[in-house]
T-cell receptor, first 116, second 117 residues
Framework: AQKITQTQPGMFVQEKEAVTLDCTYDTSDQSYGLFWYKQPSSGEMIFLIYQGSYDEQNATEGRYSLNFQKARKSANLVISASQLGDSAMYFCAMSILTGGGNKLTFGTGTQLKVEL | GAVVSQHPSRVICKSGTSVKIECRSLDFQATTMFWYRQFPKQSLMLMATSNEGSKATYEQGVEKDKFLINHASLTLSTLTVTSAHPEDSSFYIC?????????????FGPGTRLTVL
């Protein structure tokens, strides 16, 4: 069975600072994908970044980067130069390939608050 | 690209009635769509996987007769909550799978907040 663990229920960061949101995972599959999504108070889930288990380089997407440490089974999200609009719930998720497509298993989320 | 719409965004209904929620992929074709349920301050819980032209695959504990899923085309999946009760009140969110950067990425709709009185 797959499991995603996010140990930080809430995080605070000052505007323009960088912040790291932790995510660890557990799976016996060799091929998997790791995703981060942002959920503002409006409820929509916004795709941020993806890392494949065979990707050797850490994924980056604008101000978002994924610190992938396969041996430690961690996939932390780093947000650089935080903005007030980054305040939201952040979910880490892992995909496994099933007969009907890639199913996602989500962590419990981290509520990020960016302060002035 | 990869925009998913959901309708309605909010619905209030009486106990015993049925409610249909639509999920559409607007600018891509999605052979697979997913339906999730989210309780306040909790994570998303997968309810079912919907494949175009075939029966949906439900997760353990999800009543298939209660939550009817139809995926009639490559851009539309519907979730019908039949004989809704107050305990069905929740945030329902769909996603559609699109091949992006070498993997199937799920893009989510804006969600539907269902309140059953």
């Amino acid at each position: 069975a797959q499991k995603i663990t996010q140990t930080q229920p809430g995080m605070f960061v000052q505007e323009k600072e960088a912040v790291t949101l932790d995510c660890t995972y557990d799976t016996s599959d060799q091929s998997y994908g790791l995703f981060w999504y942002k959920q503002p108070s409006s409820g929509e889930m916004i795709f941020l970044i993806y890392q494949g288990s065979y990707d050797e380089q850490n994924a980056t997407e604008g101000r978002y980067s994924l610190n992938f440490q396969k041996a430690r089974k961690s996939a932390n999200l780093v947000i650089s130069a935080s903005q007030l609009g980054d305040s939201a719930m952040y979910f880490c998720a892992m995909s496994i390939l099933t007969g009907g497509g890639n199913k996602l298993t989500f962590g419990t989320g981290t509520q990020l608050k960016v302060e002035l | 690209g990869a925009v998913v719409s959901q309708h309605p965004s909010r619905v209030i209904c009486k106990s015993g009635t049925s409610v249909k929620i639509e999920c559409r992929s607007l600018d891509f074709q999605a052979t697979t769509m997913f339906w999730y349920r989210q309780f306040p301050k909790q994570s998303l819980m997968l309810m079912a996987t919907s494949n175009e032209g075939s029966k949906a695959t439900y997760e353990q504990g999800v009543e298939k007769d209660k939550f009817l899923i139809n995926h009639a085309s490559l851009t539309l999946s519907t979730l019908t909550v039949t004989s809704a009760h107050p305990e069905d009140s929740s945030f329902y969110i769909c996603s559609a799978s699109s091949r992006t950067a070498g993997t199937d990425t799920q893009y989510f709709g804006p969600g539907t907040r269902l309140t059953v009185l």
